[in-house]
């Protein structure tokens, strides 16, 4: 069935350090990739996503990559701040529009 | 913050019991998807409504049931609640156009406790 692998489960990085978040995906009909950030009793923001046309997406310190042989796709943060602290989501919607979630990332930013 | 409201924003109810959640989606957005946010756990795919119809389901059992209105607002109804639905409902606002599915923007939640 369709599933998506997120790795790792938590991340804690020194501030001014670099993240990086990796998901795999299993369903090859999946065409539209999103990042979400969620603090804590908040909801899901969107902070940047990607189309499986494209192979890199850039925004600032924040940037997202596409590898679509390998189903592969991470979300790398640079110069990290303390307020990027939160749990991060990849996910992948299908052709039939269903979204499904990775299991989260918890990202701690040492200041 | 996006233009996708709840309501209402947090529920207390007792097994057995019945319990219906609202969303209203984002201006100009025709379709509403709802998920199931276990504490610790990403967003579980209850179900999409896009004009009025069911557009895909996830693994939730019949007594999770749901509609889409005219004006694109959405219900999620649960029957005979149990202990495992406590959790943190979401709602989120898209558009449909051309094939291709947009970006969804959640609304704030409902925090739904069993008892």
């Known amino acids: 069935g369709e599933n998506v692998e997120q790795h790792p489960s938590t991340l804690s990085v020194q501030e001014g350090d670099s993240a990086v978040i990796k998901c795999t995906y299993s369903d090859s009909a999946s065409n539209y990739f999103p990042w979400y950030k969620q603090e804590l009793g908040k909801r899901p923001q969107l902070i940047i996503d990607i189309r499986s046309n494209v192979g890199e997406k850039k925004d600032q310190r924040i940037a997202v990559t596409l590898n679509k042989t390998a189903k592969h796709f991470s979300l790398h943060i640079t110069e990290t701040q303390p307020e990027d602290s939160a749990v991060y989501f990849c996910?992948?919607?299908?052709?039939?529009?269903?979204?499904?979630f990775g299991q989260g990332t918890t990202l701690q930013v040492k200041p | 913050e996006t233009g996708v409201t709840q309501s209402p924003t947090h529920l207390i109810k007792t097994r057995g019991q019945q319990v219906t959640l609202r969303c209203s989606s984002q201006?100009?957005?025709?379709?509403v998807s709802w998920y199931q946010q276990a504490l610790g756990q990403g967003p579980q795919f209850i179900f999409q409504?896009?004009?009025?119809?069911?557009?895909g389901r996830g693994n939730f059992p019949p007594r999770f049931s749901g509609l889409q209105f005219p004006n694109y607002s959405s219900e999620l109804n649960v029957n005979a609640l149990e202990l495992d639905d406590s959790a943190l409902y979401l709602c989120a606002s898209s558009s449909l156009s051309s094939g291709y599915y947009n970006e969804q923007f959640f609304g704030p939640g409902t925090r739904l406790t069993v008892l």
């Open positions: 201006s100009g957005h025709n379709t």
């Open positions: 996910a992948a919607i299908s052709n039939t529009g269903k979204l499904i």
């Open positions: 409504y896009y004009r009025e119809e069911e557009n």
